[in-house]
C-alpha cells in the first residue's frame, strides 16, 4: 500500500492519545485527500477498535472521503438556512452540472454565510454567497479553464 508509509506515521504519532480517532482520521485526509480503505484495519488495530467502529466513524461524518477526490472539491451548503433560499435547487443543479467533470461535489453543513445562502465552497479556501445556478455555472467555467 503506497499510503502506508503517510498513514503508519500518523497512527503512531496519535495513538495513545485519548480520543485518537478523529484526529488521525483528519490528518489522513488532509495528507492523502482521502481515508484510504487499507487504513482502517491499521488504525482499527492501533486503537484496540473494530473495523466496523472507525468505519461507523468514517462514513458518520460527511467530512471524510473514502474515495479519492476530483482536481477540485465544490462543497454546496444543505443547511437550513441555505435550503431556505434556494440551496435544495442548487444542489440539484450543481450534481447535474458537476456529472463526469473530475470535480467532485460533496455536502457540507453551513459555511458561515447564512445570512446570503446559497452558499458553496470551492475546495479549502474560497467562499461564495448568493449563489444561483447561472453564478455556479460562471464559477465552474472560470475553474475549468484555470486547470
Ligand atoms: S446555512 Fe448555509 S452557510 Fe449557514
Do not use: W
Request: charged share 15%; aromatic share 4%.
Amino acid at each position: 500500500m503506497e499510503s502506508l508509509a503517510t498513514v503508519a506515521p500518523i497512527i503512531e504519532a496519535h495513538r495513545l492519545r485519548p480520543g485518537a480517532l478523529l484526529p488521525i482520521l483528519h490528518e489522513i485526509q488532509d495528507a492523502l485527500g482521502f481515508i484510504p480503505p487499507e487504513a482502517v484495519p491499521l488504525i482499527a488495530r492501533a486503537l484496540n477498535l473494530s473495523r466496523a467502529e472507525v468505519h461507523g466513524v468514517i462514513s458518520y461524518y460527511a467530512h471524510f472521503r473514502q474515495t479519492a477526490p476530483g482536481r477540485h472539491v465544490v462543497r454546496v451548503c444543505c443547511a437550513e438556512a441555505c435550503q431556505a433560499v434556494g440551496g435544495q435547487a442548487l444542489a440539484e443543479h450543481a450534481r447535474t452540472r458537476l456529472a463526469g467533470s473530475g470535480l467532485t461535489l460533496e455536502p457540507v453543513y453551513c459555511l458561515g454565510l447564512c445570512a446570503c445562502g446559497p452558499s458553496l465552497q470551492i475546495d479549502e479556501t474560497t467562499l461564495h454567497a448568493q449563489v444561483t445556478p447561472e453564478k455556479f455555472d460562471a464559477l465552474i467555467e472560470a475553474l475549468e479553464a484555470a486547470t
